[in-house]
């Protein structure tokens, strides 16, 4: 259960490319046949003719409802419902083709975006073609409990070349129909398969976890992580405050030997610091400064050295009548 995740990655690539590219004429034509139609070309003409051929009730049925006021219902399939409903879901397939094919494009067309979508447009194209195919039993005499005549019959048991023409239009937009559910259909298997990850994304996808584990242990154990308070980070500044110093400044050596310091003084830098520093102290024997009679052993330390060991402390020297007590300059 730990492993489990959604793949953003289909396993069958070359079938979505071939629905993309199969969809785009079926697309039109069913924008084209359902546009054509609307709003109500030839739906009148085939309930009045297959009326008169004793296949289904006819227009002047619900008239006479009407008139002897009678509820009734004007049959699913030949309402101006079925025209407009396939109309509209023609744009809105066509509208998600021009979406999805983007998105497919630029490699940012996931499985899960694919099921959700084409759930929808399969349900909504499977509604579409439980209205083509509504029975028509409004009346008593002539009741039609299946599909409408022009998709049982052929259309040529009509003599007008007219009608024929829209019989086979008819026709068309079914089969149109038929097609659109049957990719959208597809395009929802292959979502539901390539959700399914693999054993191989499976161990990528633990690898990444665990990896992802670590770096977020190694990041926790600073303590800036841990949403620490303003008092907290004052605290732990002020213990680093407290750390002791690097050797060279207050206790411990004096001079830490750098490469720097050994660089200077095997170019003579301690001869040129004594003539320097001390230049206007003359220099007596046995290493002793002043007259030769006597005087005080005076070490020569840094200035930094010097200000670390006798730090300026304004308070005391006032208070002793003492001036720059310590200071290095």
Partial sequence: MGCFFISRTWRLPQIIWFLMIFE??????NLALFGIASPNLYRTILWTVGGRMGFNSEPVTVVYAYANYRPVTIPLVWS???TEYHLVIGV???FFYIVK??????????PILSLILHVALTCLW???????TSPDTIDPRRMNTGMPWYLTKNCNIVEDKQIRGYCMQAKASFAVSIIMLFIYAVFVIVSI???IPTSTQKETHAAKRAEKKAE???????PYDNEMTAEEQWQHMWELQQLPRTPGTVGGMKSPMTPRTRAFNDLGGEEANRGGYYSNIPAGGNGWYGPPQGGVTVQAISPVEEQDEYPYEPHKAKGKGVG?????Y
Avoid: D, R
């Avoid at 785009?24 to 034509?29: D, S």
């Avoid at 094919?101 to 630029?106: F, G």
């Avoid at 499977?126 to 083509?132: D, F, L, N």
């Fill in 324 to 328: 720059f007590q310590g200071s290095a």
């Fill in 193 to 195: 398969y390539s959700l």
């Fill in 101 to 110: 094919s983007t998105l497919w494009l630029l490699k940012v067309f996931f």
């Fill in 24 to 29: 785009l004429p079926f697309t039109v034509a």
């Fill in 126 to 132: 499977a509604y579409g073609i439980h209205i083509q």
């Fill in 92 to 94: 809105v397939c066509m």
């Fill in 216 to 222: 977020k242990e190694k990041w926790t154990s600073s």
């Fill in 80 to 82: 101006s419902f079925n």
